[in-house]
């Protein structure tokens, strides 16, 4: 979330996924085994999400169960 955020200078508060997201949300979603990533919906799908990071240019898919919470 860069420039946004501020690395050690800002924190955020993470609630946990109760429903389903809705475009532009920002979601915690963990990538791999132990990556957490904070990047904003683009767009939902059937059974996940288009994510992408603000001032990034790429799309990633993010299936439901990698999402833990919402920003």
Known sequence: MWPTLKHKRQSVIVEAKKQRLNKFDVALYVRGQNDFILHRVMEVLDNG???????????????????????
Request: charged share 30%; aromatic share 14%; net charge negative.
């Open 49 to 71: 999400y288009v994510m992408c990071g603000d001032s990034q240019f790429v799309l990633e898919k993010v299936e439901e169960d990698q999402i833990f919470g919402k920003m």
